[in-house]
């Protein structure tokens, strides 16, 4: 019987930690506050998250900085995130489907949703972890994943393929549904 209680335990644990394993909510979170974000209005009524000119520190946004890429936009609802893609082979992959529509789920560090087709990528960008802001695809299961915090933690977790970062306070993920539907199109 004790072991089977461990062995409950344990993969309790493997899923309370893993991206796209647990759901989190406001109650797990210990504040049902939403966090400030820097929003203007567009013409369509949508709002962008902007980020602020004072933000040359690394403060609450992406860890990951990448020079040059592609702008794209993450729009969930009236919000829209900037964000940009690397050159990756994935990437590019996603670049030729734009605009593309997929359905995440919150979950402990992450959203995360499957694809309806795996994108394309090269064995040599798969790695494990991720940094705070990175927008992945996790080849184990055709997830795409926007991983926002936990990156203390990332290296235990497997086939990552970093396609890009956000461009926003991190913050402004916490500010969504459970589950959300982004759709991804080139930034205009």
């Not at 560090?109 to 087709?117: P, Q, T």
């Amino acid at each position: 019987m004790k072991k089977i209680l461990t062995a409950v335990f344990a993969l309790v644990s493997i899923l309370v930690f893993a991206g796209c394993g647990s759901i989190a909510t406001t109650s797990q979170t210990g504040s049902a506050e939403k966090p400030a974000v820097n929003e203007t209005s567009l013409a369509n009524g949508q709002n962008a998250v902007t980020k602020p000119a004072n933000a040359a520190k690394a403060d609450g946004y992406a860890t990951r900085k990448l020079a040059g890429g592609t702008p794209i936009t993450l729009t969930i609802g009236n919000t829209v995130i900037p964000a940009t893609l690397n050159g990756s082979k994935a990437a590019k992959d996603l670049l030729s489907r734009l605009p593309y529509t997929v359905t995440l789920r919150h979950f402990a560090h992450d959203y995360c949703g499957v694809m309806k087709e795996p994108l394309a990528y090269d064995a040599k960008d798969v790695h494990n972890g991720w940094m705070n802001g990175d927008i992945d695809f996790a080849t184990d299961g055709n997830y795409f994943t926007i991983l926002y915090k936990d990156e203390d933690i990332s290296q235990q977790f497997g086939y990552q393929v970093n396609l890009g970062v956000i461009n926003a306070p991190l913050s402004v993920m916490d500010t969504l549904s459970d589950e959300i539907t982004v759709k991804i199109e080139l930034a205009k």
